[in-house]
């Protein structure tokens, strides 16, 4: 029976279709871009190479391998596991594939970069069976285009604080960005949110941003540490009962009690209809 290979084609007709050459050579595309445009897959390893490469945000290739000299990823965290040479640090990546020449189980230990460029393919997929996950291999570090970390004790944002700042009037002349649109139906939205923002100053390299929610989790932030365009439209307070209502969710939220992990402080007040909840998160 032969190894299915129809997750390495899908990734790259996904590419043909244009998800990945708007970015073409973006090595430092924002995080937004990254996310958007890159394939998201894995990698694993020690707490002390995990720093050095949330710090640099950049892999290098290893010397040898069953694709040879390449970065290795996996589809998830856990097929991470049993394939990777160091661990104790798991990563997400964004990774610009390209055009990917499927290789079977056996992969090609002579493969580099500029065999696999004279024909005509940018990345590599290793089609392994079922119960073993593919495995992508890039061999240009400027492919992976943004890396964060998902668990382990290395490698990451040792916590922090997080302070309200009130409720601020907001109107169509948008006083923060918008970053995420409302979705009531999505109750975990809102935690995505503070973990893009703080991957975002880990990336940028500063200690306090800004987090803003409104009609629920319509969310809004910035990495700038002096950030005050929350402020455009004026200030209406900082007590519970003036959060109004919000049109999507069809309630009022002044008690959420959503807290994150290594986090002092709670997200209790969420803004309504054209209120932005503002808080400053602080790392430590």
Same mark, same amino acid.
């Given at each position: ?91 997400? +990546? ?122 629920? $989790?319509?969310?809004?932030?910035? +990495? ?43 997200? $209790? ?16």
């Amino acid at each position: 029976v032969g190894v299915p290979l129809f997750s390495c084609f899908w990734l790259s007709l996904r590419w043909l279709m244009g998800s990945g050459a708007s970015i073409e050579g973006a090595g430092g595309a924002s995080v937004e871009e990254a996310k958007k445009y890159g394939t998201e897959l894995y990698h694993q390893t020690d707490e002390a190479t995990a720093e050095i490469i949330l710090r640099t945000q950049q892999m290098k290739p290893g010397k040898k391998g069953l694709a040879g000299g390449g970065i290795y990823f996996a589809t998830t965290e856990e097929l991470t596991s049993h394939k990777a040479i160091l661990t104790g640090v798991t990563l997400r +990546a964004y990774v610009r594939l390209g055009r990917i020449l499927t290789l079977d189980q056996n992969g090609d230990t002579r493969m580099t970069l500029e065999k696999l460029q004279s024909k005509g393919f940018d990345s590599v997929c290793i089609a392994r069976k079922v119960s073993s996950g593919h495995e992508y291999v890039v061999y240009d570090p400027d492919q992976v285009l943004y890396i964060e970390k998902v668990r382990g004790s290395g490698g990451g944002v040792k916590g922090g604080r997080i302070e309200f700042l009130g409720l601020w009037k907001d109107t169509g002349d948008r006083a923060l960005p918008i970053r995420m649109n409302v979705n009531p139906g999505d109750p975990n939205q809102i935690r995505r949110a503070f973990d893009s923002l703080v991957a975002e100053m880990q990336w940028k390299g500063v200690s306090c941003g800004i987090f803003a929610a409104q009609s629920y $989790n319509q969310m809004h932030w910035s +990495a700038d540490p002096i950030e005050s365009g929350y402020k455009k439209h004026g200030f209406i307070g900082t007590e519970a009962h003036k959060a109004s209502r919000s049109t999507w969710s069809g309630r009022e939220h002044q008690c959420e009690g959503l807290r994150f992990e290594g986090f002092k402080g709670v997200v $209790n007040i969420l803004g309504g209809d054209w209120q932005n909840a503002v808080y400053r998160v602080t790392l430590m």
